[in-house]
């Protein structure tokens, strides 16, 4: 797995501004410990102040501000993973790394599909507990089920973490979008990463299936690079959109479909599977379905290049999602051989997205 990163609200509309070299990053890993570029920090008052630093900007992102500095905040689960909690009395607070601790409401509990907890601080910096936190919160409330924890003799329904949206599975409701507006993932251009990054790959020519194509910015790219693709959407409008824009190129194949409902001339017919804005657009409760149609589609040995989202955002489309979750659904289906944050995002964009390429892993 290789971090390639390059050192140097919601979507937007047409061609935006990109990551500039003045940007500053920092992670966060898995357990919540600061990173810069690899290097964890481990200084405790330095750590302290960083999470201190924590702040959402107006659109939703993360960023992170200590004296001499400003920076995005890659984080790997969310921004804060809490190693511990405890209760006083009504109060209920987060124990984090580096001695820090944040109080929350268990009102903002949701729960994700692996039963782990993400929440919202009084600050409104998200969180997820550890597997300790979660095991000590439990031991804390009065009582609790499947769908609900009683503190103090009061039910709290604890809803999921990404919000159910049924009428995504319709094609009228991508039509609707369509015919009233310029879709808000419209970028009138290839994603910026992919000029950037897919000639390294060296790919031989290759059949490519592009899911969710919209007006088929990035499936042009693509055929114009010499692949075979077919691209893929829903929408009755968005296909004709990319017709209009790009029927005259060769190899180029357009096709208006359920990606949950393919033929079955498909099955094992692709040497790449191309992903944006597709997985962040499906109801949340088919994601595992998703990497079912990937495998369908891809021949033995082939791969998935995918740009997604890693942000906090439970209401959609757009969805959230993170690196965990990603991991977690990848895991013993596909073999990551790139994984990194992209620096170099359309602007309103930046801080948010991830770069994954991934190879299809055999049935045993």
Request: one cysteine or more; hydrophobic letters at 35%.
């Amino acid at each position: 797995m290789t971090n390639d990163a390059p050192t140097s609200g919601d979507l937007t509309n047409g061609a935006s501004p990109v990551g500039a070299p003045t940007d500053k990053f920092i992670q966060i890993d898995e357990d919540g410990y600061f990173h810069f570029d690899g290097t964890r920090v481990s200084d405790a008052d330095y750590g302290a102040d960083l999470l201190r630093g924590l702040f959402m900007d107006e659109s939703g992102r993360c960023k992170c501000r200590a004296p001499g500095m400003e920076a995005w905040v890659e984080s790997f689960d969310a921004p804060l993973v809490a190693a511990n909690v405890e209760r006083d009395g009504d109060g209920w607070r987060l124990l984090l790394p580096y001695g820090e601790a944040e109080p929350f409401r268990p009102g903002t509990l949701t729960l994700d599909e692996w039963d782990r907890f993400h929440g919202h601080t009084d600050r409104k910096i998200p969180f997820v507990f550890s597997r300790a936190a979660q095991t000590e919160f439990f031991n804390l409330v009065d009582a609790y089920d499947d769908e609900s924890v009683t503190i103090a003799g009061q039910r709290h329904e604890i809803p999921t973490w990404l919000d159910p949206k049924p009428e995504t599975r319709e094609n009228e409701f991508w039509d609707q979008i369509y015919r009233a507006e310029t879709p808000g993932w419209e970028l009138n251009e290839p994603h910026p990463a992919l000029p950037r990054f897919f000639p390294k790959l060296k790919r031989a020519r290759s059949r490519v299936l592009v899911l969710g194509a919209g007006s088929g910015n990035d499936a042009a790219y693509l055929a114009n690079q010499g692949h075979i693709v077919t691209a893929v959407d829903f929408s009755r409008e968005a296909i004709a959109r990319a017709k209009k824009k790009y029927g005259h190129i060769q190899d180029l194949n357009f096709l208006q479909a359920d990606a949950f409902d393919l033929p079955s001339d498909m099955d094992g017919r692709f040497d790449l599977v191309f992903e944006h804005t597709f997985y962040c657009a499906v109801d949340p409760v088919r994601r595992a379905d998703i990497m079912k149609v990937w495998r369908r589609c891809l021949a033995d040995g082939g791969h998935l290049l995918g740009i997604f989202f890693a942000q906090d955002k439970p209401a959609g489309p757009p969805f959230g999602g993170s690196e965990w979750e990603l991991r977690a659904r990848l895991k013993n289906q596909f073999r990551p051989l790139y994984w990194m944050r992209l620096r170099d995002s359309p602007r309103p964009r930046l801080g948010r997205e991830l770069l994954i390429y991934a190879e299809k892993l055999s049935r045993h």
